[in-house]
């Protein structure tokens, strides 16, 4: 069930066309996730009918005007949690860099470790569901804040990050 974590990554990374040639096979993935609520399914459709309706350069503005030209909608978790200039943020990213590291998890590309589409993939690693659902619970709030922001501004991505959020939430649940 983990693989939905890594879906949910690439969808929330900057597009790329390797993702544009690939809407069919990501769509029967989603179609074949016995485990995935039809909700999450609904939505993740949503996006994807949306997104596959856009040329490559269409979906590329579209995801920097959301996310990279909006501080309120940043995929980087801590930056919802902590003031920029709070100096509990630098710790905590800290602590998950180390967190990483400790289960041979590697940050290509000089990302931050708190970024959102990163989380997502080293969450798609672990071997256990529920232990990705704790982990991801973590994140609600941050993911709350985010999600609220992008509803705000009718985003198509608003849906992904609640499809991100009930999946910790399905961590209290199985507890």
């Known amino acids: 069930m983990t693989e939905i974590y890594k879906i949910l990554s690439v969808l929330l990374e900057y597009p790329r066309k390797e993702l544009l040639d690939n809407w069919s096979d990501l769509k029967q993935m989603i179609d074949d996730m016995p485990d995935l609520a039809e909700q999450d399914k609904a939505k993740l459709s949503d996006f994807i009918g ?14 920097v005007d959301d996310f990279d030209m ?14 920029e200039q709070d100096r509990d943020r630098g710790p905590a990213l800290i602590e998950l860099t ?4 400790s289960t041979g998890f590697e940050i290509h590309d000089g990302e931050l470790p708190d970024y959102l589409p990163l989380i997502l993939e080293y969450v798609s690693t672990m071997d256990d569901t529920n232990s990705a659902r704790a982990f991801l619970k ?38």
């Open 50 to 63: 949306w997104a596959s309706s856009l040329s490559l350069t269409e979906f590329q503005a579209k995801y």
């Open 70 to 83: 909006t501080a309120e909608h940043s995929l980087y978790l801590t930056y919802h949690l902590f003031d």
């Open 98 to 101: 180390e967190l990483y590291k």
């Open 138 to 175: 973590q994140t609600t709030q941050a993911m709350d804040i985010i999600a609220s922001n992008l509803e705000k501004n009718a985003s198509p991505y608003a849906p992904l990050l609640r499809v991100v959020e009930h999946q910790g939430h399905l961590a209290e649940i199985a507890a």
